[in-house]
C-alpha cells in the first residue's frame, strides 16, 4: 500500500504541475497575439527605415555631415543584451547569454568591453560572473517607443562622444511562434546600404538642410531600430514560453498516463496478493 501512496502522491503532482504549465501557456498565448501584432505593425516601417538610412549614411560622407557613420576600430565597444525578466521559456534566454559571453571572451578579448542589460535574467547571468552592467529591466514594464527612446539616445550620445567605438545589439528576433532566430546585429556605426548593381547610386535631395537630416531623421531611425529590437525580444520571449510551456504540458500529461499505468498495474498486484493469501488461509484452515 506504501507503493501505492506514493503514487498517488506524484500523479497529484503532476495533475497540479500540469495545470500550471496549461495556464501559462495560454497567459503566454495571450500575450504573444498583442507582441505580435506590435512588431507586424513596425517592422515594414523599421526596415524601410533602415534602408533609407543605409543609403543617406552613404551619401553623407563627411564626420560633420554624420557623426554616427564614424569607424573608430574595435577599441572600446559596446554589448546591449537583451533578454527577458523571467524564465521558463525554454533555451530563449541561454541563447543570448551564451553569445554575449563568446562576444566577451572570444570575439573582442583584446577590447574595452562595456555591457548594458535589458532583462533581469541576462542581468543576473553575468553579475554573477563579475561583469558590471547598467541595467534596464523596468523597460518591459512600459515597452513603449517613449520609455525606449531614452535609453537608446544615451547610447547614441555616448557613441558620438566617441566613448564607444562600435555598439551591438545582442537579441532575439522573432519569426513565429516556435522559431527564434539569435541576432549580432551592429546598432552603431550605421552601415551603408550595399549596392546591388554596380554602378547604380541613390541621389539625394535635401530638405531641409543636411545638418537638419542629422538632427533629427537619422537620431529618430536609430531610436526606431533599438526599438524594434527590444519588441522582436518581447514577441520571441512569449513564443518560446508559449512553446515551452505547451511541451511541459504534454510531458506531464504522458507522465500522468505512465504513472496510472504503474498504479493500476501495483493495485492489481496488491489484490491479487490478497486473494492468495485469502486462498492459502482458506486452505490451510481445511487441513
Do not use: W
Not at 526596415?47 to 557623426?67: Q, V
Not at 510531458?251 to 496510472?260: G, K, P, S
Amino acid at each position: 500500500m506504501a507503493n501505492l501512496k506514493a503514487i498517488r502522491t506524484r500523479m497529484s503532482s503532476v495533475r497540479t504541475t500540469r495545470q500550471v504549465t496549461s495556464a501559462m501557456k495560454m497567459v503566454s498565448a495571450a500575450k504573444l497575439r498583442r507582441a505580435q501584432e506590435a512588431i507586424i505593425r513596425i517592422r515594414p516601417y523599421a526596415n524601410k527605415l533602415y534602408d533609407i538610412l543605409g543609403n543617406l549614411s552613404d551619401s553623407l560622407t563627411s564626420i560633420e555631415d554624420n557623426p554616427y557613420s564614424i569607424d573608430r576600430g574595435n577599441t572600446n565597444i559596446l554589448i546591449v543584451s537583451i533578454n527577458s525578466n523571467r524564465g521558463l521559456c525554454g533555451a530563449f534566454n541561454s541563447n543570448v547569454n551564451r553569445r554575449v559571453f563568446q562576444m566577451i571572451n572570444e570575439d573582442f578579448r583584446e577590447s574595452n568591453l562595456q555591457l548594458v542589460t535589458i532583462g533581469k535574467n541576462t542581468y543576473d547571468f553575468f553579475r554573477r560572473r563579475g561583469f558590471e552592467s547598467n541595467n534596464n529591466n523596468h523597460l518591459y514594464d512600459h515597452l513603449d517607443f517613449e520609455h525606449v527612446s531614452p535609453v537608446a539616445d544615451k547610447i547614441m550620445n555616448e557613441f558620438v562622444q566617441g566613448k564607444y567605438d562600435k555598439v551591438y545589439l545582442v537579441y532575439n528576433e522573432f519569426k513565429n511562434a516556435v522559431t527564434q532566430y539569435l541576432m549580432v546585429e551592429q546598432f552603431l556605426p550605421v552601415v551603408p546600404k550595399p549596392i546591388e548593381k554596380k554602378g547604380t547610386t541613390v541621389d539625394y535631395i535635401f530638405e531641409p538642410s543636411k545638418e537638419e537630416i542629422v538632427k533629427d531623421l537619422i537620431p529618430k531611425s536609430l531610436k526606431i531600430q533599438f526599438y524594434k529590437a527590444l519588441l522582436d525580444s518581447n514577441a520571441a520571449e512569449h513564443g518560446a514560453r508559449m512553446t515551452a510551456m505547451h511541451k511541459a504540458t504534454d510531458n506531464a500529461t504522458d507522465l500522468l498516463r505512465n504513472l496510472n499505468l504503474q498504479y493500476n498495474k501495483a493495485r492489481q498486484s496488491t489484490i491479487t496478493n490478497e486473494i492468495l493469501e485469502i486462498v492459502s488461509g482458506a486452505e490451510a484452515l481445511k487441513g
